[in-house]
């Protein structure tokens, strides 16, 4: 039986995510938990972001 992923799990996943783009901790930590229009903020929006220029501290605040 596969184990089920626990939300402190899945946030934690999140955070990791930020954190091989670049962030800091604390930035990765506030965007796992931002939601956007009921959302949470997905790492690969944040890829296409970084990736078409935008600096981590400009993400930031677009996103938050």
């Known amino acids: 039986m596969a184990a ?4 402190s799990m899945i946030e934690q996943q ?7 783009l670049g962030f ?5 930590f506030v965007l796992a938990a ?9 790492a690969s929006t944040v890829q ?6 935008c600096s981590h501290d ?3 605040r677009i996103l938050i």
């Open 4 to 7: 089920s992923r626990t939300p």
């Open 14 to 20: 999140r955070v990791e995510s930020f954190l091989a």
């Open 24 to 28: 800091s901790t604390t930035q990765a």
């Open 34 to 42: 931002t939601r956007t229009g009921g959302q949470f903020v997905e």
């Open 48 to 53: 296409r972001m970084l990736s078409a220029g």
């Open 58 to 60: 400009i993400a930031l």
